[in-house]
């Protein structure tokens, strides 16, 4: 069981808006550590998509953002595409700084 | 930017010893933090641990009584090793770098199978 919890699929339609939950605790999130956003695409390694809770790599859509409130991180997905259908993984740190991964969201685009 | 390769074997028996090494190439292992990461078929990531470019170790309490990743300078490579394997260590491990601005990038991930 993943310390961060992250719903297991959200669904849009083409164009449409998703935002995908990431939600830690006093100790990890809450604890002021920055969020990492994955998209993994089938058969493919995971590719950071968003780093420092809110940045974006220079190859990355600005149909992409991240944000964080409290305890909990979001990744939200606007002018939703086909292609954007993949997997997508949170990833933050503990106290002792040990890596935390969520369980995963499969993002379906209908 | 880095590109990292995994490789060692597909298919190690029970009870055994899985080893693996990450070759980095287009920079140097001299800095950062570097991490091996698991993934079962059909599910979710499961970070193993990582050292950084001093040597320094940090692994996932869970596995950290079989688990031992070391470095290699020179050869500007990093390795897993995990004791005691069974059916549930088969997965696709990769290497990633971890400048604490996310694991960025990653290998393309090898399949390791635990199989008598």
């Known amino acids: 069981q993943s310390v961060l919890t992250q719903p297991p699929s959200v669904s849009g339609s083409p164009g449409q808006r998703v935002t995908i939950s990431c939600s830690g605790s006093?100790?990890?999130?809450?604890?002021?550590?920055?969020v990492h956003w994955y998209q993994q695409l089938p058969g493919t390694a995971p590719k950071l998509l968003i780093y420092g809770t809110t940045r974006r790599p220079s190859d990355v859509p600005d149909r992409f953002s991240g944000s964080k409130s409290g305890t909990s991180a979001s990744l939200t997905i606007t002018g939703l595409q086909a292609e954007d259908e993949a997997d997508y993984y949170c990833q933050s740190y503990d106290s002792g700084l040990s890596v935390l991964f969520g369980g995963g969201t499969k993002l379906t685009v209908l | 930017q880095e590109e990292l390769q995994e490789s060692g074997p597909g298919l190690v028996k029970p009870s055994e010893t899985l080893s693996l090494t990450c070759t980095v190439s287009?920079?140097?292992?001299?800095?950062?933090?570097w991490s091996w990461i698991r993934q079962p078929p059909g599910k979710g990531l499961e970070w193993i641990g990582y050292i950084s470019y001093r040597g320094a170790t940090k692994y996932n309490p869970s596995l950290s009584s079989r688990v031992s990743i070391s470095l290699d300078t020179p050869k500007n490579q990093f390795s897993l090793e995990m004791t005691s394997v069974t059916a549930a260590d088969t997965a696709v491990y990769y290497c990633?770098?971890?400048?604490?601005?996310?694991?960025?990038?990653w290998g393309q991930g090898t399949l390791v199978i635990v199989s008598s």
């Open positions: 287009g920079g140097s292992i001299g800095i950062y933090y």
């Open positions: 990633a770098k971890d400048a604490l601005g996310g694991h960025d990038p």
């Open positions: 006093g100790s990890d999130i809450g604890a002021g550590f920055d």
